[in-house]
């Protein structure tokens, strides 16, 4: 708040300046101390009410990582992150690759490697993949949560169950390759999801303008990230929680009933698309916290 002083000019005699003086000096004297005359309010609170996660108790709480999938960043986790923060949860959002599920997984497993103390393993869509093979040899992964997510058995590819014969299959996305040259010399082969499609197959439940500015920012995901077959399947051993997207337009319902079913994970449905935790942020973040309580 700026505060400004009235400037006059007024000429004060000896006299009437000593008296002044005398009369304010005998009401400093008389007035309450700060403690006593000033009510706390909501916007003045004292310091020691002012704390952060890292020095609260909510620091014991499991951090919980977030990995995002193909076509997708990590500012997908926007609305999840703020309400696991708010509740004392230390959080982290892997930026993934997308290169390939070998690479992918290696890349989070060092992420994983460097936090102490339990973690929540969360992953959307491609990200579940890479979860289920990360998560693997490290004791300190308590829970795995699939959101809309692939949760591949050892062998297995995303492009396997893509394709996986069910009761209620989708079309093929409506993707749009590139290729790639790398730095080595080699050759790939990159994939986008057509940004005029985006909304109707990714994010149909996302409000318009938020849809349109993550078709504009999707990130591309390589060949390898369908392809490469899941070394690891961490669900074996590790308790699962999965959120299937009835309304889902990429990946079908049906199929990811099925991984859920497979893996024996504790299992809720909600209303939305496959960006689900877009637009159901609220749903999402209470599965994850569910989960993280199943570890204390």
Known sequence: MNVRGRRGRAL??????AAVLVAVASLVAAAPTSAQSVKRSDSVKPQAA?????????????????????????????????????AGYPVVAA?????????DSAAVA???RSIPGPIVLVGHSYGGAVITNAAAGNANVKALVYIAAFAPD???????????????????????????QNANGTTDTNVIIDRAKFRQVFAGDVNPTIAAEMAATQ???ASGAVTEPSPHAAWHTIPSWYLVAKQDQALAP??????????????VEADGS?????SHPDTVTHLIETAARSTR
């Open 50 to 86: 002012v704390t952060s996660p890292a020095t609260t108790p909510s620091a014991v709480k499991p951090t919980v990582v977030l990995v995002h999938g193909a076509w997708a960043d990590s500012s997908s986790w926007d609305g999840v992150i703020d309400r696991l923060r708010r």
């Open 12 to 17: 004060i005699g000896a006299s009437t300046g």
């Open 154 to 180: 050892e062998g297995e590819s995303v492009n396997d169950l893509i394709h996986m014969k069910v009761a209620h299959p989708l079309p093929d996305l409506p993707v749009v390759p590139y290729p790639v």
């Open 254 to 267: 049906d199929v990811e009933r099925f991984m859920a079913a497979r893996a024996h994970a504790h299992t």
């Open 110 to 112: 060092s992420l994983l």
């Open 274 to 278: 496959h960006a689900v935790m877009v």
């Open 219 to 221: 990130r591309p995901a």
């Open 95 to 103: 930026a993934d690759p997308l290169e390939g599920v070998a690479q």
